[in-house]
T-cell receptor
Framework: GQNIDQPTEMTATEGAIVQINCTYQ??????LFWYQQHAGEAPTFLSY????GLEEKGRFSSFLSRSKGYSYLLLKELQMKDSASYLC?????????????FGTGTQLKVEL | DAGVTQSPTHLIKTRGQQVTLRCSPK?????VSWYQQALGQGPQFIFQ???????QRGNFPDRFSGHQFPNYSSELNVNALLLGDSALYLC?????????????FGEGSWLTVV
């Protein structure tokens, strides 16, 4: 089975940096995904990690430590439009393909 | 190149009724998974189809069933609808056994049960 934990809510200031953490316990591991989801919309892909280390893509970066079962999503130069739910998801080895286990999501509120 | 398409976008059903949701995978993809996302929760895996068979199933009752057609499109059927079935239903497609970031989600179908 899989267990994924992430904070329920976070608040940050426009222009600042925020780090959203995700810890997971899995029977297998074949990649960790981060998605952004605005209210009333479908999730959109942000990042993917399968090896340890940092993946950077513009204002977004994601880090993975497989030995610690830990990942974080780093958002820089926050903008108001970054207010959304951020979902951490793990693909286990058994499932592969498009079977993901999601956390409950972290609702990020960006304030002026 | 069309991505994953789902229909209908929104629908309202009455308790006890049945509903069918449809998904066309991204061109070239052969594997489809369905997810249920209740308000304030992350998506929950329902089942996965490839080669027209259900290959894996999450913790959902038998009221949830599906089908995959030879063209890889898929349907999700829910019988005897309950109020708790109200949710966003997402379809994801990929190539069987694919690794890396090759998962594409559709825009979802919003189901309201009254």
């Amino acid at each position: 089975g899989q267990n994924i934990d992430q904070p329920t809510e976070m608040t940050a200031t426009e222009g600042a940096i925020v780090q959203i953490n995700c810890t997971y316990q899995t029977s297998g591991f074949n990649g960790l995904f981060w998605y952004q989801q605005h209210a009333g919309e479908a999730p959109t892909f942000l990042s993917y990690n399968v090896l340890d280390g940092l993946e950077e893509k513009g204002r977004f970066s994601s880090f993975l430590s497989r030995s610690k079962g830990y990942s974080y999503l780093l958002l820089k130069e926050l903008q108001m439009k970054d207010s959304a739910s951020y979902l951490c998801a793990v693909r286990d080895r058994a499932g592969g393909g498009n079977k993901l286990t999601f956390g409950t999501g972290t609702q990020l509120k960006v304030e002026l | 190149d069309a991505g994953v398409t789902q229909s209908p976008t929104h629908l309202i059903k009455t308790r006890g009724q049945q509903v069918t949701l449809r998904c066309s995978p991204k061109s070239g993809h052969d594997t489809v998974s369905w997810y249920q996302q209740a308000l304030g929760q992350g998506p929950q895996f329902i089942f996965q189809y490839y080669e027209e068979e259900e290959r894996q199933r999450g913790n959902f009752p038998d009221r949830f069933s599906g089908h995959q057609f030879p063209n890889y499109s898929s349907e999700l059927n829910v019988n005897a609808l309950l109020l708790g079935d109200s949710a966003l239903y997402l379809c994801a497609s990929s190539l069987r056994g694919a690794s890396g970031n090759t998962i594409y989600f559709g825009e979802g179908s919003w189901l309201t049960v009254v």
